[in-house]
Each structure stands twice: as C-alpha cells, then as structure tokens.
C-alpha cells in the first residue's frame, strides 16, 4: 500500500467550478498534512497546511482534514484556469521528526 | 535575493564527471533538505541537515555526497553518476524539524542530465 495515494488524474473542471482534490495515507497518528502546487517544470509552492481535524479557509481554498478516516481533501472554489496544475498531498508520518511523504500528485485541468 | 536558490538551474553531465549543486535559503530557517522528483515517481526525500547537522541519509547511494557549511547553505556533490540519476534535484528549507513548524518551502530547482 502506497503511503500516500492521490488519484494522478488528469481531473478537468469548467473555470468557476469547485476543484476536489482528494488524498489518503497509511500511517495513523500523523499530524501534519499540506498541500503543494506545482507548476510544470517548476518547483512545488506550498498553498495549505493543516494539522487539526475539521476545515481551514484560505481565500478560494479549503483544506479538509479527518483523521479518523485517514483523508485529507483540497477544495478550490471558483477555479480559474491559472489554477491548471499538479497538487502534491504530503504528510508527516509519525515518529519522524522531519520527514514529509508525498503523494504522486493530481494533474489539475481547469478549462474555459 | 529571496526564499531558497539553487544553482545551476540546467546541468548536462557525463558519467565520468564531478560537479556540485548549490542551495542557499534566505529566510533565516535552520533546516535544509535534497529532494530527487523523476517522472511519475513522487518526491524522494534525500538528505536532512538541522543546524548544520545531517539527520537523514535516506538510504542515498554514495555518488550522491551531500555538504552543509552552514544553515544557510547547502550542497550536494555529485559524482560517477548514473544515466537513471536524471530528474529534478530540490532544494527546500524549513524553520525547524521540532514542534509544527513542518512547513517546507523549495527552491526552483536544478535539472540535472546524465549521459
């Protein structure tokens, strides 16, 4: 089982949808979560970080946490096609004070 | 200059070469990290410094040597290397590796090619 799985996509979205991106891990008892975006051939941009069960806003992003169920989601309201990108999922494992495990990343297409 | 650099950005290599990436972070962090992205493969995790200190060698082969002077700068000496080598190297830094200040924030990149 991956440790972190997201689905690779390509998830295409009509500009001014809700993007749903969604990401699960295997190590329960991990604490914190983010939610990178990256641009082709650029390098990974953090946009989300949340460490608690529930939603944390902000502006047109949400990030949703539950760690009962082992997901992590990233909502983007009013997508706009600048928004077309791959959004890398990673978390903290426990035990490990510095290391991130990332996900493959979802290839996000907002179209026109 | 702002937040982390890297150079070079493009680096062509024969097999037999050495050469030397450069990583440097303004933003006052005490620990530093070498990424390896290849395509369809999520980010490996390389090597952790924490002031100045490594904390992680993430199973790296030894063509791989990676040198932290100071919190500030980071390189990764690269030699005899492998065609398979060839991907993205990042660079990335964070306050602290203690309490929730986990946040990583990477470099652009160096483009590495082996031949």
């Known amino acids: 089982q991956k440790e972190v799985e997201q689905n690779s996509g390509p998830l295409s979205v009509p500009e001014g949808a809700i993007a749903s991106l969604n990401c699960t891990y295997s190590?329960?008892?991990?604490?914190?979560f983010f939610w990178y975006r990256q641009y082709s051939g650029k390098s990974p941009e953090l946009i989300m970080s949340i460490y608690s069960n529930g939603d944390k806003e902000d502006g047109r992003f949400t990030a949703q946490l539950n760690k009962a169920s082992q997901y992590v989601s990233l909502l983007i309201r009013d997508s706009q096609p600048s928004d077309s990108a791959t959004y890398l999922c990673a978390v903290n494992p426990p035990g490990t004070a510095s290391k991130l495990t990332f996900g493959t990343g979802t290839r996000l297409q907002v179209t026109l | 200059e702002t937040g982390v650099t890297q150079t070079p950005r493009h680096l062509v290599m024969g097999m037999t070469n050495k050469k030397s990436l450069k990583c440097e972070q303004h933003l006052g962090h005490n620990a530093m990290y070498w990424y390896k992205q290849s395509a369809k493969k999520p980010l490996e995790l390389m090597f952790v410094y924490n002031f100045k200190e490594q904390t992680e060698n993430n199973s790296v082969p030894s063509r791989f040597s990676p040198e932290c002077p100071n919190s500030s700068h980071l390189f990764l000496h690269l030699h005899t290397l492998q065609p398979e080598d060839s991907a993205l190297y990042l660079c990335?830094?964070?306050?602290?590796?203690?309490?929730?200040?986990?946040?990583?924030?990477f470099g652009p990149g160096t483009r590495l090619t082996v031949t």
């Open positions: 190590d329960r008892g991990s604490q914190s």
């Open positions: 990335a830094s964070s306050p602290d590796l203690a309490g929730s200040s986990y946040e990583q924030y």
